[in-house]
Structures are given as structure tokens and as C-alpha cells.
């Protein structure tokens, strides 16, 4: 249970990647100013977390179930909670999906939508209206990049990450007449087990419905580029959650909170030419003119740098 001053942290999908280590992290804050309801779906997979959180576990970090996608999950979670008080809500649980929409079966995406949209839609409903009546609480929404920017073969996560961005910017501003926060943090690549599952369930799909060019174009030019600009671009779930915690404890926190400041010029090329086409067409030109050209950079980067590129992180002030 939070001590007396202790902020209420609820975070979802703790079991790996960011959730797990924006968990420890607070838990973990020197002054003691949190307490981590660390949520996730299976309890069977609490091992990490647990190893992770070392003595913080059962002071300043408890575990719950929560399966974002089920509503009495949600509810009971809440419930638990002393008062259904939670200052800070941090939706966090969310899955990939890479491939040609065509070899895609509908399920699949809806089962994306129902976790990245209906999922934090689901969390939100059940903790913003005390938080409304307490006139405070902070709600963060863990987007990405791809909430902003489209990526080839990344059509339906990306839309599901675009679908909650325009949820938050309408959400926002009705939050704050109730002095309640929200805020998105949009990472780029980052190094867990979402790349990891995501290049292992490529490599066994044999993409059924999808014509010949573009299962090539997806697993000999998207796939390796895609892996390269993991390797020399991606951040660590700690770079993310240090990111976090500073928009959480920030007197102004930002309400967009782009975490690798390598996808500033990317966004903003967007915005720069009204009509599209500018985005569009360099991303055409990097991916299918460029490809080797961009392989060859990448590596030569990885060496430059040492990795260096990996850890950098914008602070969001
Ligand atoms: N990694 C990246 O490159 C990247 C980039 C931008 C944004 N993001 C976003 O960051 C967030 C965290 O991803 P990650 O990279 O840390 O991936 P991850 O290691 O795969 O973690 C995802 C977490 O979400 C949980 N989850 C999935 N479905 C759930 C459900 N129905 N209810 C509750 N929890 C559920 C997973 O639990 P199980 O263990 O039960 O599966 C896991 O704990 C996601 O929203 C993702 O879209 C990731």
C-alpha cells in the first residue's frame, strides 16, 4: 500500500521491455515517492520483474493482473486499489504486427486495435473520472514514432498508434479544465522483446495472399533495413524509462515527448510539404533506390559511433 505522500503509479504490460523497467525505476526513486502497482497479464511471467525490483518488491512495487484487453480484468485491478486512487496511469501494454496487409488476416489486426486502442481506452475509462473529481492525475500514453510518422509494411500498428495520438489530442484539452495531465511519449526503436518477437514471427510467415515482389520487397529490403536502423538507432527500455519519469515529475510536463531526437527531422518533413508527397516519396526513395546505400551508412555509423547512437536520448526539457 502507497505511504502516506507516495504518488499511486499504475503501469501495464510490466512483464517485459519498457513496462519492466519504468516499473523498477520508480520503484526504485531515491526519495521514495512512488508506489508501483506494476500490472501484466499472466502472473507466471513475473520473474524478471520481481528479480528486477529486488527489495523494492513489496514496498514500493506491488504486482496485479490486469489484461488490458478484458473488462473485468480492468475493473477488478482498480477496485483493488485503496479508494480506485491513482495518481499516475501509465498505459504502457501494446503488440506489434509487420507484414503486407494483404497476407494479414483481419482477426489479427483487430486483435492489435483491441490491445493499442480499445486497450487504453479501456484503462482510461475506468481511472479519469476519479481522477476528474479529484481534480488531479496524470494519464501517459505510450505511443511511438509510428504515431506520427508511417512506416512501410507497419500499416496496422501504425494505425493503431495514429488512432490514440488523435484520441489524446482531443482528450487533452477536455483534461485539462479537470487539472488531469496527459501526456504521450512516441520512442522510436527501442530494444526489447517486441523487436525480437517481431523478426522471429517474420522470418516463420510465409505471408499466404501476398504476391511474390512484395513477400521480396518485405523480407530482402524492408526486413534488413528495418534490423539495421534497430541496431544503430534503437534505445534501451531504460533510456525510455528514465524519459518518463522526468515528464512524470516535470511542473509543466510536455504533452508530446518524442524520446529519440534522430526522428525530429522525420516528423517535421511531414509537416513541411502539405500535400504529402515529400514524405512519401523519400521514404520510397530511402527504402527501395537507397537501400544499399543506406545498409552501407548504417554500418559505417555502427562503427563510428561504437553504439553511442544507441544510447542517446532527449531529454523532455
Ligand atoms: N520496442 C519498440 O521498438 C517500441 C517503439 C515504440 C513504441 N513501443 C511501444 O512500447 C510499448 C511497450 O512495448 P515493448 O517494446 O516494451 O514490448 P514488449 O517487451 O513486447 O512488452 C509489451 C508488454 O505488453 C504486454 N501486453 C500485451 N498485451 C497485453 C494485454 N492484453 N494486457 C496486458 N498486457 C499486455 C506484454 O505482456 P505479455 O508478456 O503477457 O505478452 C508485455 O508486458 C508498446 O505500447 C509499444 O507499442 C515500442
Known amino acids: 500500500m502507497a505511504g502516506p505522500g507516495q504518488k499511486v503509479v499504475l503501469i501495464t504490460g510490466c512483464s517485459s521491455g519498457i513496462g519492466l523497467r519504468m516499473a523498477v525505476m520508480l520503484a526504485k526513486d531515491e526519495q521514495r515517492r512512488y ?7 499472466d502472473l507466471k511471467r513475473k520473474d524478471k520483474l520481481v528479480e528486477a525490483a529486488g527489495d523494492t518488491y513489496g514496498k514500493t512495487l506491488s504486482l496485479a493482473v ?12 482498480v477496485d483493488s486499489i485503496k479508494d480506485r486512487h491513482v495518481d499516475v496511469l501509465i498505459n504502457n501494454a501494446g503488440i506489434g504486427l509487420v507484414g503486407p496487409v494483404e497476407s494479414i488476416p483481419i482477426e489479427e489486426m483487430k486483435k492489435v486495435f483491441e490491445t493499442n ?8 475509462k475506468e481511472v479519469m473520472p476519479d481522477m476528474k473529481k479529484r481534480r488531479g492525475g496524470h494519464i501517459i500514453v505510450v505511443s511511438s514514432v509510428m504515431g506520427l510518422q508511417g512506416v512501410v509494411f507497419n500499416d496496422v500498428y501504425a494505425a493503431s498508434k495514429f488512432a490514440m ?3 489524446c489530442e482531443s ?15 512516441e520512442p522510436g526503436p527501442v530494444h526489447t522483446e517486441f523487436e525480437a518477437k517481431m523478426i522471429q514471427e517474420v522470418r ?12 521480396h520487397y518485405f523480407k530482402n529490403v524492408y526486413l534488413p533495413s528495418s534490423m539495421d536502423i534497430f541496431e544503430v538507432m534503437g534505445q ?11 515528464v512524470i515529475e516535470a511542473a509543466n510536463p510536455r504533452f508530446r515527448n518524442l524520446t529519440n531526437p534522430m526522428y525530429t527531422p522525420i516528423v517535421a518533413l511531414k509537416y513541411a510539404d502539405e500535400t504529402g508527397g515529400l514524405s512519401v516519396h523519400a521514404f520510397y526513395h530511402m527504402l527501395f533506390n537507397m537501400g544499399t546505400l543506406m545498409h552501407i551508412s548504417m554500418s559505417v555509423m555502427k562503427y563510428l559511433t561504437c553504439g553511442c547512437l544507441r544510447s542517446r536520448t532527449i531529454s523532455p526539457n
Not at 508506489?35 to 497479464?41: D, F, P
Not at 486502442?117 to 482510461?124: S, T
Not at 510465409?206 to 504476391?211: E, H, S
Request: glycine share 4%; proline share 4%; with cysteine.
Open 35 to 41: 508506489h508501483v502497482i506494476a500490472t501484466m497479464r
Open 66 to 77: 490486469l489484461d488490458v484487453c478484458s473488462d473485468e480484468s480492468v475493473k477488478q485491478c
Open 236 to 246: 534501451t527500455p531504460d533510456d525510455i524509462a528514465r524519459c518518463t519519469k522526468k
Open 117 to 124: 486502442v480499445f486497450g487504453v481506452i479501456r484503462m482510461i
Open 165 to 167: 495520438e488523435g484520441f
Open 204 to 215: 516463420q510467415r510465409d505471408c499466404p495472399g501476398a504476391d511474390p515482389d512484395t513477400v
Open 171 to 185: 482528450l487533452a484539452v477536455q483534461l485539462l479544465k479537470f487539472d488531469v495531465t496527459l501526456s504521450l511519449i
